[in-house]
T-cell receptor, first 117, second 109 residues
């Protein structure tokens, strides 16, 4: 079956532009995560959804970052007034169940590589 | 201090070597532990979950030491195809997953 998909795969934005990144999780997966990965670093947790509810947004770097999952499936990460420090790969992951425990694997999408000029 | 810290690497080893990665975590309430593999410009993929009793999958062995708050990954008989970045990940509060910075492994012929 299809895995997690993300679009666009690459995005170049001018500083100050708004961008929207899309994630299509695996069908039926309850949990959805967004991560930011800078070059040479591990993924950094941004936010978590359980169905349509955003249960944790503690990792969002600033109020310019906003995520939604209105119908409990597709999710969008929006970044307003992009800055150069926002340049990174944005990864989406989904998992079948609620809790991230052994046996409840997170499946990652290919990521969106954002470059802010 | 970062919540999850890994050996800085990179590790350069010949084929057939045994290599060990260590990872420490700071939150004693952490519940679940994982090793992920990430190839260059690809997404992370789960390699192994790490159980308290330790677990083995072929050439890979993972260990957890809750008292000392570290996890380890041992790769025996390294293959060229094992070259990748290895990320440890720790989950707290049921879902919030914190990744280490990763350790890069180069296996050479």
């Amino acid at each position: 079956g299809a895995g997690v998909s993300q679009s666009p795969r690459y995005k170049v934005a001018k500083r100050g532009q708004d961008v929207a990144l899309r994630c299509d999780p695996i069908s039926g997966h309850v949990s959805l995560f967004w991560y930011q990965q800078a070059l040479g670093q591990g993924p950094e947790f941004l936010t978590y959804f359980q169905n349509e509810a955003q249960l944790d947004k503690s990792g969002l770097p600033s109020d310019r970052f906003f995520a939604e999952r209105p119908e409990g499936s597709v999710s969008t990460l929006k970044i307003q007034r992009t800055q150069q420090e926002d340049s990174a790969v944005y990864l989406c992951a989904s998992s079948l169940k609620v809790e991230t425990s052994s046996g409840n694997e997170q499946f990652f999408g290919p990521g969106t590589r954002l470059t802010v000029l | 201090r970062k919540e999850v810290e890994q050996d800085p690497g990179p590790f350069n080893v010949p084929e057939g070597a045994t290599v060990a990665f260590n990872c420490t975590y700071s939150n004693s309430a952490s519940q679940s532990f994982f090793w992920y593999r990430q190839d260059c410009r690809k997404e992370p993929k789960l390699l192994m979950s790490v159980y308290s009793s330790g677990n083995e999958d072929g050439r890979f062995t993972a260990q957890l030491n809750r008292a000392s708050q570290y996890i380890s990954l041992l790769i025996r008989d390294s293959k060229l195809s094992d070259s990748a970045t290895y990320l440890c990940a720790v989950t707290t509060g049921g879902f919030k997953t914190i990744f280490g910075a990763g350790t890069r492994l180069f296996v050479k012929a």
